[in-house]
T-cell receptor, first 113, second 115 residues
Framework: SQKIEQNSEALNIQEGKTATLTCNYT??????LQWYRQDPGRGPVFLLL?????KEKRKERLKVTFDTTLKQSLFHITASQPADSATYLC????????????FGRGTSLIVHP | GAGVSQSPRYKVAKRGQDVALRCDPI?????LFWYQQALGQGPEFLTY????????KSGLPSDRFFAERPEGSVSTLKIQRTQQEDSAVYLC?????????????FGPGTRLTVL
């Protein structure tokens, strides 16, 4: 069955370091992969989208990579700040025109001052 | 405000009661999506509207769930005869493009607790 895996354990890092979050998937042929940020009591906020033919995408301090051979996406936040503390969700959309994304359960990031 | 709004933010229902959850999308957004997010999980797709047409309801878990968007703007998700397993956060999202979740904007959600 299709599976999207994000580390359920929280990632704790020191301010200024680079945070790296992982999204692995199995039995899936995604066309698009998205990363969202979700704060407690709020809906997810879209951050970045990367397509299957793209290896890397950047936006300010954010960088996403997409390796369809490894079936993995890495999400990096450089020079992390306490304000970056949140849950980060990855979502995949299947190739073939389906607009329905499948979300991972998210990984909590805690940046300590 | 310019964002997606949902009401109520919190709803407590006794098992067997009917509930109605409202979503006000961003003005002019064609697409509207409902998701269910259980505690500690990611959102799961429920249903999709393009304007007033419900084009996909494949994610609705049972016939107790019903959604409408009669005038192509505000949408209501109704759950009849609520069960404890319906307890979750219900998220609404809107997008300016038909059938696109590439840049969907989520509301804050309604947390439903069924006792």
């Amino acid at each position: 069955s299709q599976k999207i895996e994000q580390n359920s354990e929280a990632l704790n890092i020191q301010e200024g370091k680079t945070a790296t979050l992982t999204c692995n998937y199995t039995n899936y042929s995604p066309a698009y992969l998205q990363w969202y940020r979700q704060d407690p009591g709020r809906g997810p906020v879209f951050l970045l989208l990367i397509r299957e033919n793209e290896k890397e995408k950047r936006k300010e301090r954010l960088k996403v990579t997409f390796d369809t051979t490894l079936k993995q996406s890495l999400f990096h936040i450089t020079a992390s700040q306490p304000a970056d503390s949140a849950t980060y969700l990855c979502a995949l959309r299947r190739a073939g025109g389906s607009y329905i994304p499948t979300f991972g359960r998210g990984t909590s990031l805690i940046v300590h001052p | 405000g310019a964002g997606v709004s949902q009401s109520p933010r919190y709803k407590v229902a006794k098992r067997g009661q009917d509930v109605a959850l409202r979503c006000d999308p961003i003005s002019g957004h064609v697409s509207l999506f409902w998701y269910q997010q259980a505690l500690g999980q990611g959102p799961e797709f429920l249903t999709y509207f393009q304007n007033e047409a419900q084009l996909d309801k494949s994610g609705l878990p049972s016939d107790r769930f019903f959604a409408e968007r009669p005038e192509g703007s505000v949408s209501t998700l109704k759950i009849q005869r609520t069960q404890q397993e319906d307890s979750a956060v219900y998220l609404c999202a809107s997008s300016p493009s038909p059938g696109s979740t590439d840049t969907q904007y989520f509301g804050p959600g309604t947390r439903l607790t069924v006792l």
